[in-house]
């Protein structure tokens, strides 16, 4: 895992959640993750923004991952197998054969979703709580629960990785 410890509690940013994410990150408890996104800034906007929110989480404690092919000097990438580059390389999955890839691309972790309804995909299949269980149960590498996360369905799930959007913002 690049040395880095692989943390338990993500905080991913979105358009939806971003006016709050000062605030979030400074909620968290030190040693979090964050992964920014911002798909949806033009390219000038969004490295500004990454910059103000990764020294903002580096304050904090918190690992940073960037989502995209960028190296802006984050602590790792964030997306699809395929796409992953250096550093702590973050996987996204939603079935077994998105796992498989992930295994075989040698990702440090694996976020897993939907577990529950999100409002990212309204309207959207979700794995559950025993969908994501069988599958990430069966993953060698720490897979990170995404999808309608929050604390409590954390508890609920009984699952020691997770991460949201509007869950921890």
């Not at 905080?11 to 709050?20: E, F, I, P, Q, V």
């Not at 904090?60 to 995209?68: E, K, P, T």
């Not at 025993?130 to 069966?138: I, K, N, T």
Request: proline content about 5%; glycine content about 12%; some cysteine.
């Amino acid at each position: 895992m690049n040395g880095q410890a692989l943390p338990l509690l993500w905080l991913l940013s979105d358009a939806r959640n971003d006016a709050g994410l000062e605030a979030a990150l400074h909620a968290l408890p030190e040693g979090s993750g964050f992964v920014f996104r911002h798909y949806h800034l033009d390219p000038a906007e969004r490295r500004r923004r990454f910059e103000e929110l990764a020294a903002v989480a580096r304050e904090c404690g918190h690992v940073v991952v960037l989502s995209g092919e960028e190296d802006w000097g984050a602590d790792g990438h964030y997306g699809a197998p395929e796409r992953l580059r250096s550093g702590l390389r973050l996987a996204t999955a939603h079935d077994g054969e998105e796992i498989e890839a992930a295994i075989s691309a040698k990702a440090d972790g694996i976020f897993l979703s939907p577990v529950f309804r999100t409002a990212s995909h309204p309207g959207g299949a979700t794995l559950g709580a025993m969908g994501f269980s069988v599958l990430a149960q069966r993953s060698p590498v720490p897979v990170i629960a995404l999808g309608g996360m929050n604390s409590k369905r954390a508890r609920e799930l009984n699952w020691p990785r997770w991460g949201a959007i509007d869950g921890l913002a």
